[in-house]
């Protein structure tokens, strides 16, 4: 198979919504070329273990299956053309009541007993898995292929499990089917508690038929896609974002005949590691040099003017502890090393 | 200043050539707002630190002024409009002789006096930078911009000193002009050794009336782009690329009953930072798939099957060696870091 990751950016022509945008930074991880439930089950702990990565606790993936969902529709004898609008009725139970969901139902043509048989089979939803498994399983019992569909979240559970993904890591929920049409098999999504404003912030599940319509042959594949944008902002929100590189010295330059020294230190302390701006705007006095050097609120600054350089040394200003170093020029770097630390 | 860095496709609507793609990866660094010399040497120190830390030995940033260039053109009384055709001319100095370009340049409608004028002042480019600054000051004395031009030039050099671009890292050559129209200032242009056919991977320059265009106040700024697919081109010409992140070890997946192993033994080597594919592909035995482990050119491949799954073991396979082990589960991941580093 073909396993490929990819960042970039890409466009969507649709309308544009609360926290659905026209560019946005996209990352893929898909596995093109495999039908096997282990493939499915890697995406889901990639999923898993990038959230994790980051450094969020209170999330889930949720996990369903476009068979069960195809199933459930033969069960209450609809026309596979109505499905989307009753999956998008669905789709609201997170954030409405039933009987809103079930007034929308309704709307899109269903009858009463339709709605009740849904009523029933969605309020499954609360059970443990193996539960609603069975529950799915005994209701659909009639549709070989949601009868598949369970089988493979029975697999999709222990692949899991094998792969190190917490019980608590994912569950099975399903409402959800994703907005796109082409899925065939497992579908996943991530659910971010606290982030729900800004939506989902990634998913994807198995597209056995989409290669297809692009090329000759049909090619199995399984992939999900997390919307960096969205996932940015909810891990910013939780506070977990952290400033990294910030500038850590800024070497003023302010006496055209100590130029050289400033460059020479500049470079230095960068080969050392250490974040070094050279002062290059227009001020040109010690003085406002200084100024910008507290509103960018820098830890270190370095001062060389005529007399330091005819002296062979450096000013170090420790910004926080507001005391003053002269050091001489080849100590540098170790002095401010020091500052750093303490 | 406001200094940024950036890498991502752009896009290109003029003639594709050898080289030149439509679409292509450039990484942008430019500080806007600094009317300053170290601001243009800090670039041309970017683009050499870069260049090197790729590994690349055989390379010089050449650096010219268009200040020098202004000054050129009106000491041979052409008026402004013309000179893009003689840069165009010019240009070809690195690959093709004096009178072929001296051909062109009449063409351009250039007479004698002003072709060997030229002559005379492009014989300039094989002396050393000290002297070559002498010379182009000399010839050209009679324009404040040119004048300008070459002391920026002297600057620059005593600050690229400064900063640590070494002399045989930098040359000054009055052929590089660059294509686009908007600079201002000092132009460079990477050279890369044995990669001319490839074209120039990359260059830049001051442009202080470009922001000007799109906004209402000037702002002077300066920057250089590397155009990545043919900087990647000329670094796996010269044999510098590595393959990193190579699969390090498959796991074999053929026997249903023994899946849960295999997932939980990828997992634990991944987590031990060891590079793991699960066999995902459409054999489902043995053979074929240790076939495939074999194409794949893997140092380590790991066999579960029900028996090992019985006894909690896994066989490893050194493929180089052509040994095998046998060994409890529990110290996979210790065994394959001693056959890796071996």
Redesign the interface.
Same mark, same amino acid.
């Given at each position: 198979?073909f396993?490929v990751y990819q960042i970039?950016?890409v466009w969507r022509g649709e309308r544009q919504q609360a926290g659905r945008y026209r560019e946005f930074l996209q990352c893929d991880v898909d596995?093109i $070329?495999?039908?096997?439930i282990?493939?499915d089950?890697?995406i889901v702990?990639v999923l898993y273990e990038t959230v994790k990565a980051l450094g969020v606790t209170d999330f889930v993936i949720k996990v369903n299956n476009r068979k069960i969902m195809n199933g459930l529709m033969t069960y209450i004898g609809l026309d596979t053309a109505r499905a989307p609008a009753v999956f998008r009725a669905i789709d609201k139970l997170d954030k409405q009541t039933w009987d809103t969901v079930a007034d929308e139902l309704q709307e899109t043509g269903l009858n009463s007993e339709q709605v009740s048989q849904l009523k029933t089979f969605f309020e499954l939803r609360d059970a443990k898995k193996e539960k609603l498994l069975d529950g799915m399983q005994d209701t659909l019992r009639d549709s070989s292929e949601a009868r598949e569909g369970v089988e493979e979240l029975r697999k999709l559970a222990?692949?899991l499990?094998?792969? $190190?993904v917490p019980d608590n890591g994912w569950c099975i929920d399903p409402v959800v089917v994703r907005g796109l049409g082409y899925y065939t098999g497992p579908v996943f999504e991530i659910s971010l508690r606290g982030s729900e404003k800004i939506g989902s912030v990634g998913g994807g599940g198995r597209y056995d038929s989409l290669v297809e319509r692009f090329s000759s042959a049909p090619v199995p594949a399984t992939g999900a896609s997390i919307g960096f944008d969205r996932l940015f902002k909810s891990v910013k929100s939780l506070g977990l974002t952290k400033l990294k590189n910030k500038t850590q010295v800024i070497v003023l330059?302010f006496d055209d005949a100590a130029?050289?020294?400033?460059?020479?230190v500049?470079?230095e302390l960068r080969?050392a590691g250490i974040s070094t701006?050279?002062y290059?705007?227009?001020e040109d006095n010690l003085k406002g040099q200084l100024a910008y050097a507290t509103k960018r609120d820098v830890p270190v600054v370095v001062i060389i003017g005529s007399e330091e350089q005819a002296k062979n040394t450096a000013q170090l200003k420790d910004m926080k502890k507001r005391k003053q170093f002269e050091v001489p020029v080849t100590n540098v770097v170790r002095k401010i090393e020091e500052l750093l630390i303490c």
């Open positions: 198979p396993k970039g950016r596995i $070329g495999s039908s096997r282990e493939a089950a890697e702990a222990l692949s499990q094998a792969f $190190g330059n130029r050289d020294s400033c460059l020479k500049t470079t080969r701006e050279l290059l705007g227009q």
